[in-house]
């Protein structure tokens, strides 16, 4: 289904914007909108009409010229594309502050992305509830994440531990990490990475604050 | 001094490498190493030296041909640059599971940032202690805030709170706001904010698992 309008290579820059897209697109869905001009999208997401219209070309034409896209059909091919055309199981690995934080994220489940496992290596939260699933130690993750087949992980452990646990991570078959931690990882060439890092982010307005503060 | 090197339009494509730049030279800082090459710069951050020569060259040449750079001239002028140079204060708004993590959170002591604010509007939280600061009440958020002169704020308030509540940072002087909430906020061109939306680079990574589960 999907590899008909998948072409080869497309830049990750552009793939980077398409989550977004599909975010604003849903919101326009969800207040009633049928119809959405390159523009109007590119309002939404603070781009411009052009760079929408250079996107979405990589994936063949969407709208009519004139007469912009359907929502409806935007949305179906986005998901299809970046493959939320079913549910993906993720494991939280770090059952701190910001691990219990996003087991328990609501943001998660109506956008196709279920939490099934969290691991921890202390005694205090090992085999605690979080939400609904029980801390495992991280001792039995390797088995536990190829039984299931899951091939994402959230990393939220301390930055010493990143490393080595991701590389756990990459022997049990992962190959797409969402790392918490401000360590960068040295991984194999066909796992993903994704950095989250709060500081990075805000350092990066302190250049434009200059010297306001 | 932090003029003289900063020059007036850099790509923000640009602007947003630099934290991971100086996150490298600080970890290669902290192994002992006195000298880098582009090329064992771009090793670490997983990018080339080409990249970082010419987003380096923006800001004047830092390094001589064939010795490469002095990590901590290097430093100081990422440093400088990214306005670094100082301790900046940062309130947030919302303390929830994750407002509270990142209260809490180890990694911005070090790096620039002091959290010296939170609030939220509902009673259980309001006047509890989240590390050491007491949660405030939403309502006294833009006095607080003008008071102190703070202009950078992190947002981690529920989806439906979130335009109105960055309003009224914008209204109390915030410049930049780092949104943890799915919400994309409209706001004045002159306030600059970070989205991070875990599902986002989840579901950009989706795009490479193909079929893969």
């Not at 970046?82 to 943001?107: E, F, H, S």
């Not at 090992?126 to 939400?131: A, F, H, L, R, T």
Request: hydrophobic fraction near 45%.
């Amino acid at each position: 289904m999907t590899s008909d309008i998948v072409p080869d290579i497309v830049p990750d820059i552009v793939i980077s914007r398409l989550p977004w897209y599909l975010q604003a697109l849903n919101q326009m869905a969800k207040e009633g909108m049928h119809t959405v001009s390159s523009k109007m999208l590119a309002e939404r997401v603070g781009s411009t009409a052009a760079q929408i219209r250079k996107d979405l070309s990589y994936f063949g034409g969407f709208g009519k010229q004139g007469t912009g896209y359907s929502i409806y059909i935007l949305i179906d091919q986005l998901q299809q594309i970046l493959n939320l055309d079913r549910i993906w199981r993720v494991a939280i690995v770090g059952a701190g502050d910001l691990g219990r934080a996003l087991a328990r994220y609501q943001g998660f489940a109506n956008r196709g992305i279920d939490v099934v496992l969290i691991f921890d290596n202390h005694p205090n939260v090992v085999g605690k509830k979080v939400g609904s699933i029980t801390v495992r130690h991280v001792d039995t993750m390797v088995d536990s994440i190829l039984e299931l087949g899951i091939k994402m992980a959230i990393l939220t452990v301390p930055g010493d531990a990143a490393q080595s646990t991701a590389e756990c991570l990459v022997m049990a078959g992962v190959k797409a990490i969402l790392n918490y931690t401000p360590q960068t990882l040295k991984l194999p060439a066909d796992v993903h990475v994704q950095n989250i890092d709060p500081v990075l982010q805000l350092q990066r307005m302190m250049y434009y604050l200059g010297n306001n503060q």
